[in-house]
């Protein structure tokens, strides 16, 4: 089981970058994929990056591909997502997730807002 706390959200305006992350909290980091999710005003969660803890591969959306760019710390238990060249689309909660390789479990943190003003 793992915890998840997000931090580095805020309000932007276009262009502009942030960076966000993810602390972890618990053990076998490298049983799950952690990956960033996002949810904009009346729209449903949508896929954002994921990376291996083990292997270091990356998955992005076809959204932010060339724009956002996600990482790990293993000796810091934490991911982060470097968000550039923000638009005003951007706009929404962005979450972090731990999925559980064998059993196929999900967790999330509790969010942070990314507002970014045109």
């Known amino acids: 089981q793992v915890q998840l706390v997000e931090s580095g959200g805020g309000l932007v305006q276009a262009g502009g970058s942030l960076r966000l992350s993810c602390a972890a909290s618990g053990r076998s980091f490298g049983s799950y994929v952690w990956g960033w999710y996002r949810q904009a005003p009346g729209k449903e969660r949508e896929f954002v990056a994921r990376?291996?803890?083990?292997?270091?591969?990356?998955d992005y959306a076809g959204s932010v591909k060339g724009r956002f760019t996600i990482s790990r710390d293993a000796a810091k238990n934490t991911v982060y997502l470097q968000l550039n060249s923000l638009k005003p689309e951007d706009t929404a909660i962005y979450y972090c997730n731990a999925h559980a390789i064998l059993s196929g479990r999900d967790y999330w943190g509790q969010g942070t807002q990314v507002t970014v003003s045109s």
């Open positions: 990376i291996g803890w083990s292997t270091g591969s990356t």
